[in-house]
């Protein structure tokens, strides 16, 4: 896999909620922006595709966009749940991105985003301070 700079998916319901509450105890999976577990660094995460890499999350958000699990086979060409506004279908390019950014809903468009742009992104990455994996799925 390729690294660019420095995500869990979270998205806007949860930086809200975090944003509102920020010393309440919302510590949900799907929520990246809360503080560490008591005793840890933080939220220990796994993506799949990034074998081996484990983030260690607090007060972060991460997100991970591709076809690994939401996608249709037609006609011996596998289809993403990603659509390219380009052409109005699926993408085809088998590409996973993983963002690790402030909050949540910038981590989550930031991925999908990227999947569809691909290398080249990172420097709108760059502009929202956070970073940015690619991994090929064959």
């Known amino acids: 896999f390729l690294r660019h700079r420095r995500l869990l998916w979270v998205n806007y319901p949860e930086d809200a909620a975090a944003q509102a509450q920020p010393t309440a105890a919302c510590r949900f999976f799907d929520d990246g922006r809360t503080e560490a577990p008591p005793g840890q660094s933080g939220w220990r995460?796994?993506?799949?595709?990034?074998?081996?890499?484990?983030?260690?999350?607090?007060?972060?958000?991460?997100?991970?966009?591709?076809?690994?699990?939401?996608?249709?086979?037609?006609?011996?060409?596998?289809?993403?749940?990603?659509?390219?506004?380009?052409?109005?279908?699926?993408?085809?390019?088998?590409r996973q991105a993983t963002v690790l950014a402030r909050r949540g809903i910038e981590a989550d468009a930031l991925a999908t985003a990227a999947c569809i742009v691909g290398p080249g992104f990172e420097s709108v990455a760059d502009r929202y301070r956070a970073d940015l994996?690619?991994?090929e799925s064959r």
């Open 45 to 94: 995460v796994g993506v799949p595709g990034l074998a081996g890499t484990v983030f260690r999350l607090r007060n972060q958000a991460l997100s991970t966009s591709g076809d690994q699990f939401q996608r249709v086979e037609i006609g011996g060409r596998v289809y993403s749940h990603i659509v390219d506004p380009r052409s109005g279908l699926g993408l085809t390019n088998r």
């Open 133 to 135: 994996w690619f991994a």
